[in-house]
């Protein structure tokens, strides 16, 4: 069963058997919240087109300190292959992950022992989006290998005004590596500004 996290919540990163999780999957996922009608509106079958985007930094000593550490839709892949984005949803259209990053710890270098994911709004001060409007928010943890799923955080707070969020991480303790529940709103318009929160 996988375990439902709080905010805040910490959590090992183990298999069902208690070795440890080195291939994971994670999973974002959101969904538009039905809008009213108008005249001028851009709303398809009633729900606005939101492209949100989900976007990784690895962190060494707990910085981000390099560009090349950033995967996102423009970059797809970390050279050391740990961290690979499996493409830009730009709808938020349709049932489960609406993307979905693979992380192969055993192939992250020792320098790097955290992993933060994000997801911003792309172009949100423009198209007047925020997450606030926007529902049903969620990042999980699967066990690649056995496609197990082994924890989910679901975003069930009002993050009205926000046009970005830190949705949550994996970091390294000592020989362990952890998940961390963040679930933390932002007024930050694109990865630019996002980055400084981790240098």
């Known amino acids: 069963m ?38 001028f509106s851009r709303i398809f079958n009633g729900k606005e087109d939101f492209d949100c985007d989900a976007s990784v ?11 090349d550490d950033l995967v996102y839709f423009g970059n797809l892949e970390h050279y050391s292959h740990a961290v690979k984005h499996m493409g830009d949803n730009l709808t938020g259209e349709g049932d489960g992950d609406d993307e979905q990053i693979f992380v192969d710890l055993d192939k992250l270098p020792s320098d790097y022992d955290k ?52 949705v949550g991480e994996v970091y390294r303790r000592g020989d362990e590596w952890k998940f961390n529940a963040i679930g933390t709103g932002t007024k930050d318009i694109n990865l630019t500004q996002l980055s400084e929160h981790f240098k």
């Open 2 to 39: 996988a375990v439902n996290l709080k905010k805040g919540q910490k959590i090992s990163l183990v298999k069902s058997n208690g070795k440890k999780l080195t291939k994971l999957m994670v999973g974002l996922g959101w969904d538009a919240v039905e809008q009213p009608q108008g005249f």
């Open 57 to 67: 930094f690895l962190c060494q000593k707990g910085k981000f300190v390099d560009k």
């Open 115 to 166: 992993i933060i994911f994000v997801v911003n709004i792309y172009r949100a001060q423009e198209r007047k989006q925020n997450f606030g409007m926007i529902r049903n928010a969620f990042i999980r943890v699967v066990d690649n290998e056995s496609n197990e799923e082994i924890c989910r955080f679901n975003l069930s707070e009002d993050y009205n005004g926000m046009l970005s969020m830190i």
